[in-house]
Antibody, heavy 119, light 107 residues
Framework: EVQVVESGGGLVQPGGSLRLSCAAS????????MNWVRQAPGKGLEWVSV???????YYADSVKGRFTISRDNSKNTMYLQMNSLRAEDTAVYYC?????????????WGQGTVVSVSS | DIQLTQSPSFLSASVGDRVTITCRAS??????LAWYQQKPGKAPKLLMY???TLQSGVPSRFSGSGSGTEFTLTISSLQPEDFATYSC?????????FGQGTRLEIK
């Protein structure tokens, strides 16, 4: 079955760090564009970051310089290292696959992992 | 960044109704638009990509149209399971952006 499973969320104080993981099965993360998308409570979806099949990365301005996306091909897993966390980073974080062919969309989503930033 | 504006933000309708949601882009995005359905506490589900291509397994009562800056998602005959939040997404360029969402509720 093609799926992704996120983990690593939790409660952290402002200024703290967390590392989220996204473990994939049924496909190879290094052959697709893997993304992180977040959703703050009661709000819409916000794209956060992408790691391209070639290894390049891109970030939303709101997290640039604080978050780092990476992957471990041997574990077929993507990560999001989140540093200098702020209250406004509180959200459900989803990992999502964007295939390099059809459909050109985010076709596989995880169940999400909750990040709460509060003192 | 490309801004997406959905209308309406809230829609109340009845089972069997035909409803249309509009998504407008701040600049042309060709047909690089997708639509998602999201239910409370769940991940988004892909409905439509390339503006008008139905994702596998999605009922044919869903349809999409548009190109450039204006797009629509239509549900031809609402079913009870369709009451959810719908969001558009542009994939023309990074940063990828989403519309603010349209909440579809039962009248």
């Amino acid at each position: 079955e093609v799926q992704v499973v996120e983990s690593g969320g939790g409660l952290v104080q402002p200024g703290g760090s967390l590392r989220l993981s996204c473990a994939a099965s049924g496909f190879t993360v290094s052959t697709t564009y893997m993304n992180w998308v977040r959703q703050a409570p009661g709000k819409g979806l916000e794209w956060v970051s992408v790691i391209y099949s070639g290894g390049g990365t891109y970030y939303a301005d709101s997290v640039k310089g604080r978050f780092t996306i990476s992957r471990d091909n041997s574990k077929n897993t993507m990560y999001l290292q989140m540093n200098s966390l702020r209250a406004e980073d509180t959200a459900v974080y989803y990992c999502a696959r964007r295939s390099t062919g059809d459909p050109d969309a985010f076709d596989i989503w995880g169940q999400g992992t909750v990040v709460s930033v509060s003192s | 960044d490309i801004q997406l504006t959905q209308s309406p933000s809230f829609l109340s309708a009845s089972v069997g109704d035909r409803v249309t949601i509009t998504c407008r882009a701040s600049q042309g995005i060709s047909s690089h638009l997708a639509w998602y359905q999201q239910k409370p506490g769940k991940a988004p589900k892909l409905l439509m990509y390339a503006a008008s291509t139905l994702q596998s397994g999605v009922p044919s009562r869903f349809s999409g149209s548009g190109s450039g800056t204006e797009f629509t998602l239509t549900i031809s005959s609402l079913q009870p399971e369709d009451f959810a939040t719908y969001s558009c997404q542009q994939l023309n360029s990074y940063p990828i952006t989403f519309g603010q969402g349209t909440r579809l509720e039962i009248k």
